[in-house]
């Protein structure tokens, strides 16, 4: 099968050659486990290979993503955007001023949700983008605070991105007290893969660590490896 590359150097030969084609593919972890720089070395990965990406912000706003990437990495996402390779698209949940009844509620998630889904699938659909970002993935989960609902609306996203076969990375952020994978503990059981990232204590010192926990069609590496942020991106530490 052909595979999609991740560009975490090390990591690709851990998962059988890189992603599955059209796959949705969480990235799970906590307050700064290195999630964005991740789904940055996915798109810079697909810039260098002259594949269309479409990088979808919820939470951060993109000057600042671009400003951090070109600090860290040297990587100059404007310049990569007037190629026509990538495209920055920011979606920011509207909350309604007024306490709304049930039956309210329920209309305005699920035309909200129907809203974010046909933004997102124009995007790519438009640009031709065969790689996609969605960080994060946690807004909608606050958003929509019924379980069942959440579910629903996840499931008719991510039916609706691999109808067009882009290959997408999810974020989604783990609470600081949570023993799951997502606040809402749904979208690691919707998402094709699943792969943590966790920042733990060795002797007196803080590293990161990469788990791939679950990735369908895939005989993939089960161990906890360690990676270090480079100038060159993500590396894995063979051990």
Not at 40 to 64: A, K, L
């Given at each position: 099968?052909?595979?999609?590359?991740?560009?975490?150097?090390?990591?690709?030969?851990?998962m059988?050659?890189?992603?599955?084609p059209?796959s949705?593919?969480?990235?799970?972890?906590?307050?700064?486990?290195?999630?964005?720089?991740?789904?940055?070395?996915?798109?810079?990965?697909?810039?260098?290979?002259?594949?269309?990406?479409?990088?979808?912000?919820?939470?951060?706003?993109?000057?600042?993503?671009?400003?951090?990437?070109?600090?860290?990495?040297?990587?100059?996402?404007?310049?990569?955007?007037?190629?026509?390779?990538?495209?920055?698209?920011?979606?920011?949940p509207?909350?309604?001023?007024?306490?709304l009844?049930p039956?309210d509620?329920?209309?305005?998630?699920?035309?909200?949700?129907?809203?974010?889904?046909?933004?997102?699938?124009?995007?790519?659909?438009?640009?031709?983008?065969?790689?996609l970002?969605?960080?994060s993935?946690?807004?909608?989960?606050?958003?929509?605070?019924?379980?069942?609902?959440?579910?629903?609306?996840?499931?008719g996203?991510?039916?609706?991105?691999?109808?067009?076969?882009?290959?997408?990375?999810?974020?989604?952020?783990?609470?600081?007290?949570?023993?799951?994978?997502?606040?809402?503990?749904?979208?690691?059981?919707?998402?094709?893969?699943?792969?943590?990232?966790?920042?733990?204590?060795?002797?007196?010192?803080?590293?990161?660590?990469?788990?791939?926990?679950?990735?369908?069609?895939?005989?993939?590496?089960?161990?906890?490896?360690?990676?270090?942020?480079?100038?060159?991106?993500?590396?894995?530490?063979?051990?």
């Amino acid at each position: 099968m052909k595979r999609i590359t991740t560009g975490i150097h090390g990591l690709d030969d851990k998962m059988e050659g890189g992603l599955v084609p059209g796959s949705v593919v969480l990235i799970a972890g906590k307050a700064g486990t290195c999630k964005t720089s991740f789904c940055s070395n996915y798109i810079y990965e697909g810039v260098q290979r002259g594949e269309t990406s479409v990088y979808i912000t919820t939470e951060e706003m993109e000057d600042e993503i671009k400003n951090d990437l070109l600090e860290v990495f040297g990587w100059d996402f404007r310049e990569f955007e007037k190629t026509g390779l990538v495209h920055f698209l920011s979606i920011k949940p509207i909350f309604p001023e007024k306490t709304l009844n049930p039956g309210d509620y329920a209309k305005i998630t699920k035309f909200y949700t129907y809203d974010i889904t046909k933004r997102i699938v124009e995007a790519v659909n438009t640009t031709k983008a065969t790689r996609l970002i969605i960080d994060s993935i946690s807004v909608f989960e606050l958003f929509i605070k019924d379980k069942y609902m959440a579910k629903i609306a996840l499931i008719g996203l991510m039916e609706a991105l691999r109808k067009t076969g882009v290959t997408t990375i999810v974020t989604g952020e783990i609470p600081e007290s949570s023993e799951g994978l997502s606040k809402n503990e749904i979208i690691e059981f919707l998402a094709d893969a699943v792969i943590k990232l966790e920042f733990v204590p060795v002797s007196e010192d803080y590293k990161r660590t990469l788990t791939i926990r679950k990735m369908r069609r895939t005989d993939h590496s089960s161990m906890i490896h360690p990676f270090e942020i480079t100038k060159d991106g993500i590396k894995i530490i063979q051990i």
